[in-house]
């Protein structure tokens, strides 16, 4: 079976470039932070708008920008379920408390559930600071309702922005949302390293000087003195050489997703519900995720897999009913859980030939033109 995300076929793209980076850092010695750091940094930072500090990955970015914000054992920040672990995991794991809520049709976090779940909140006597909102498989979340909602009830919003490097939300990078945003370089992801990787992207000069001491075991000015308890979360050089040759052809690769899906998009939107792309958003596709009839989905995904079609389903469990996470509040589930009993994610990367995308479509029209699985 082909690979559901090529990753080779990109490496072929950037790897003579890359590894000419990864010998001059070799003869440098020059592992950690130094030039291929501050570069890259400036050219995320230059192609978002707004400044940058490299993390040790998406998970760290979140724990950061937490840390960053102050927050508390017991205190309880708003999450959707539906996304995946690291979300809730970042606050849980400072002792926060994630109050889970319900996404709407588009899998974004849905501005209704968030206002009934603050009230059920605040019934419940839980003190609450803050939202993660998440831009699931790239597409930006309604940012400008979240943001009004946080800013009427004093509450900090947090973009997790794993999934959506390179989309735009009202003609901006959607890494400008949120008082800080945080991205993920997964090598799955849209824009992806060669190892663990992420980012974090703030305006507000004391919480980037704060990010950037505390991913530095929270240094201060001089070497060995500690104002902060930190993590070591830091971007090593090889890393950021590998983002600073892939970002060079990170927007051509975007059209390519685009393109892909605007293929899907004909192909199957009579037949099967496709992705809805709001005015004012684009996405960057890192999942094309159609929703599929609950009773046979699992039944088109074993027909595909036979046809040697790989798909994933993102995600068979919510998280706020994984063991680790039913203890925390929440809100109703019902999208969420509806969800994840309907979604199924087709092959989306720039790479996917043209015969390829067919055979899926081909593929994907068959199983309901014959009815063999309905
Ligand atoms: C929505 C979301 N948040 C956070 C993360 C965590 O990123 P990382 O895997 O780089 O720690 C991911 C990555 O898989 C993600 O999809």
């Not at 070497?223 to 971007?235: D, F, K, L, Q, S």
């Not at 596709?285 to 389903?313: C, F, G, N, S, W």
Request: with cysteine.
């Amino acid at each position: 079976m082909k690979p559901f995300i090529d990753l080779a076929a990109q490496g072929q793209v950037v790897k003579s470039e890359i590894l000419g980076a990864f010998s001059d850092i070799i003869d440098r010695a020059a592992f950690i932070g130094g030039d291929y750091v501050e570069r890259c940094e400036q050219a995320l930072s230059d192609y978002v708008g707004r400044r940058c500090l490299v993390v040790s990955s998406g998970t760290d970015a979140l724990v950061l920008a937490l840390m960053a914000l102050g927050l508390k054992p017991g205190q309880a920040v708003f999450v959707p379920s539906f996304t995946f672990a690291a979300s809730a995991e970042a606050v849980a794991l400072l002792g926060g408390v994630p109050f889970f809520v319900d996404v709407g049709t588009d899998f974004n976090l849905s501005i209704s559930a968030l206002k009934a779940s603050y009230t059920q909140a605040k019934k419940q006597g839980i003190y609450c600071v803050g939202v993660i909102s998440v831009d699931l498989f790239g597409l930006p979340a309604n940012h400008d309702e979240i943001q009004q909602f946080a800013s009427d009830n004093g509450l900090w919003v947090i973009n997790d922005a794993a999934q959506s490097f390179g989309a735009i939300y009202h003609g901006q990078s959607v890494l400008k949302q949120g008082v800080i945003s945080a991205t993920s370089f997964f090598p799955a992801k849209p824009l992806g390293c060669w190892g663990d990787g992420g980012a974090v992207f703030v305006d507000d000069e004391d919480l980037y000087h704060h990010i950037s001491s505390l991913r530095c075991h929270g240094q201060g000015d001089v070497r060995y003195t500690y104002p902060y308890v930190g993590i070591n979360a830091r971007m090593d050089a090889m890393q950021c050489a590998v983002i600073l040759s892939k970002l060079k052809i990170f927007d051509q690769e975007l059209r390519r997703r685009e393109s892909i899906a605007k293929r899907y998009d004909e192909a199957l939107r009579d037949i099967v519900a496709t992705p809805v792309i709001p005015q004012g958003k684009s996405s960057v596709y890192a999942q094309y995720t159609l929703v599929l009839e609950p009773e046979i989905r699992d039944q088109v995904k074993k027909h595909l897999a036979e046809k040697d079609i790989p798909t994933v389903v993102y995600y068979p469990i919510p998280i706020h009913l994984q063991p680790a996470y039913q203890k925390f509040p929440a809100g109703d589930m019902s999208q969420t859980v509806k969800f994840c009993q309907s979604v199924l994610s087709l092959p989306m990367h720039p790479y996917l030939s043209e015969t390829d995308q067919d055979q899926i479509i081909y593929q994907f029209k068959h199983i309901y033109q014959t009815e063999s699985v309905l």
